[in-house]
């Protein structure tokens, strides 16, 4: 992605009209712009009132402009940005003049890759720049800051230094075996090991939490017709989404909607009735509805609290799969008579309650955290990747295996530099170029 020598622009707010749109401008080529584009230099780090200027030296826009030099930017080049008036037609104008005084356009997330290439940012900072943009949730936004701020890769960085320390323990008995000095004896090398397995597993655990903010969790409610599913949705949601009806089928399609659970972006699925039904738009509605369960990272079965669990309703259930995380939810105990209880049994849990009327719903958003996986707090979580996760479980292994390498000293040392290699691709020290492309290139134009 990076040319050398280039200078990339962009538009660095969101598409659209707005009191302010920004240019955004970096590279070598930066102060010969500043001339053409303003007239006079810049003093640096200082927002000044300008003129932005045609070829022709006509006034294409008014606004402020801010010139970093480099190395003190975002970028660590030279840095200009140009805030002139949120007009779709005057930003690209402005785009267009600094294009064609030689900028090229930047491609998704350039303007962080070369943060990244000049180390202003290590590369989980440089991912947490794009999550606190995706952030769903408050709880996820304040997590991706965490990462963005350093506490992340601090972490990790400590983690590798003490993986370190101890490999220099075991080469150093590999290389001087005749020594009367038990190097690994007189480091605590036992000891050592297991303190960076128990925090690593901190890590990992605190990781696993931040993937949930960032990933969400998608949640499907599924039951025969009349149930009250879309009512529950309604409930969850706090609004009138979904179509409610005392006619069998109401729902056709999907009906999707994001709550916050907690601080733990969810995604919310109303499904079509299951029953057997001749009505063949409503028979595709249900094929949807079984698609839209195999892939849900939880399920609520929706029963009414009237009939309690039927027959059918244990059909449903038989055709998940055994492995899918699943609630069974009662409604309509305000017909039934019943009180909002929660009942748990193994790793079944019972749930009743009224949609219509909002009774057990608190109840139910608890459930829904545990179930999904959620300890209710962001303290200490870090917005973590997918990619982040699977480092720290093949560092995890590695570590296992040392731990096991007994007196095989050649194996416990290879075992934690993998670990330390691995560690060592969540901040970007060992990463693989295609890598980098891919990471980058989800990023929005302009970051």
């Not at 997330?109 to 000049?118: H, K, M």
């Not at 008579?337 to 949609?355: E, M, N, Y």
């Amino acid at each position: 992605m990076i040319r050398d020598g280039d200078t990339i622009a962009a538009i660095a707010t969101a598409p659209g009209r707005g009191a302010v749109g920004i240019v955004r401008v970096s590279g070598p080529g930066v102060p010969g712009l500043i001339q053409a584009v303003v007239g006079h230099d810049l003093a640096p780090r200082h927002a000044e009132v300008v003129e932005f200027k045609s070829e022709s030296g006509i006034p294409v826009d008014q606004g402020l402009a801010l010139y970093f030099p480099a190395p003190r930017s975002y970028t660590g080049e030279h840095v200009l940005e140009l805030h002139g008036h949120g007009g779709p037609v005057v930003q690209r104008l402005l785009l267009q003049r600094v294009l064609a005084l030689g900028a090229r356009a930047a491609e998704p997330g350039e303007f962080t890759q070369r943060a990244f290439l000049n180390n202003k940012l290590d590369l989980a900072q440089a991912e947490g720049v794009a999550d606190l943009i995706d952030a769903a949730t408050s709880a996820a936004a304040r997590s991706a800051l965490r990462s963005l701020t350093g506490e992340f890769s601090q972490a990790i960085r400590t983690l590798v230094q003490r993986v370190v320390d101890l490999r220099i323990l075991v080469e150093s008995t590999i290389d001087f075996p005749d020594e009367e000095i038990d190097f690994l004896e007189q480091g605590k090398a036992a000891a050592q090991l297991g303190a960076i397995r128990a925090t690593l597993g901190e890590v990992l655990r605190a990781s696993r939490q931040g993937s949930l903010l960032r990933e969400g969790a998608r949640i499907v409610l599924i039951g025969q017709p009349n149930v009250g599913k879309s009512s529950l949705l309604n409930r969850l949601a706090g609004d009138e989404l979904a179509i409610v009806t005392d006619v069998p089928g109401t729902t056709r399609d999907l009906v999707r909607q994001a709550i916050d659970l907690d601080g733990v972006p969810a995604f919310v699925i109303d499904t079509a009735g299951l029953r057997e039904s001749s009505d063949p738009v409503e028979r595709i509605g249900i094929a949807r509805t079984w698609a839209a369960a195999r892939d849900a990272d939880l399920v609520l079965l929706v029963v009414d609290a009237q009939l309690g669990m039927t027959a059918e309703d244990r059909a449903i259930l038989d055709r998940l799969p055994p492995e899918l995380p699943r609630l069974i939810v009662h409604n309509k105990i305000d017909l039934a008579g019943k009180p909002p209880v929660t009942s748990r049994a193994g790793s079944v849990t019972d749930i009743w309650l009224s949609a219509k009327h909002g009774v057990g719903i608190d109840a139910l958003r608890e459930s829904l955290s545990a179930a999904i996986g959620w300890k209710g707090s962001e303290e200490g979580v870090f917005l973590a990747r997918e990619r982040h996760l699977s480092a720290l479980e093949v560092a995890s292994h590695h570590l296992e295996h040392a731990a096991g390498a007994g007196d095989r000293l050649e194996i416990y040392a290879e075992e934690l530099r993998l670990a330390q290699e691995a560690l060592n691709t969540i901040t970007g020290e060992f990463t693989a170029d295609d890598l980098l492309g891919e990471i980058f290139s989800r990023f929005c134009i302009g970051k």
